[in-house]
């Protein structure tokens, strides 16, 4: 057995928290080692969570795949009806279900309401209505999405969503 003086040369000691818990030993070079790299790889994880569009495979879109991700999270929204374009900040709803659907960063999307803002109807029924222009870094193709939202009095969801896509940027009214 070796004494509380012989630690310099074990990579794991024993906490002083209690006799089963064994903890990185800071004197040896190893442990040392250990303890920064902890502490590295978890500072990375949590910039990659909050980053996530750095492991994805390029930041700029081609026209192609700009199409697909915009018809694909248009049909998805309007099945879905579960959110409006009264609803606060509609434009992060479609410009995360776009980039949901296609390979490149959601950071090279742009979605700008190109309409007067639509008026929420949550307590009341009533229609919702508001253009979008969706375009990527990379590509200058545009889209122009005509969102129509009809709802019924206090009801969770909406009776029925449309999105209309047509080429081009919307017109600003």
Request: glycine share 10%.
């Amino acid at each position: 057995m070796t004494d509380g003086s012989d630690d310099t040369d074990r990579i794991f000691v024993r906490s002083r928290l209690g006799p089963n818990r064994y903890v990185y030993n800071p004197e040896n070079p190893v442990g040392l080692a250990l303890i920064v790299g902890s502490l590295l790889f978890a500072i990375g994880g949590m910039y990659l969570v909050h980053h996530p569009g750095l492991l994805s495979g390029s930041n700029t879109w081609d026209g192609g795949e700009l199409r697909s991700a915009v018809n694909a999270a248009t049909a998805e929204l309007s099945s879905e009806a579960q959110f409006g374009p009264g609803v606060i900040n509609y434009e992060d709803v479609l410009r995360s279900s776009i980039a949901k659907h296609g390979h490149s960063s959601q950071d090279a999307l742009a979605v700008k309401l190109a309409s007067e803002p639509p008026k929420p109807v949550l307590f009341e029924d009533g229609v919702e209505k508001a253009d979008y222009t969706v375009t990527a870094e990379g590509t200058d193709t545009a889209f122009c999405l005509r969102v129509y939202a009809v709802k019924r009095k206090l009801a969770m969801r909406y009776d029925a969503l449309s999105i209309s896509i047509s080429d081009g940027a919307c017109a600003v009214s």
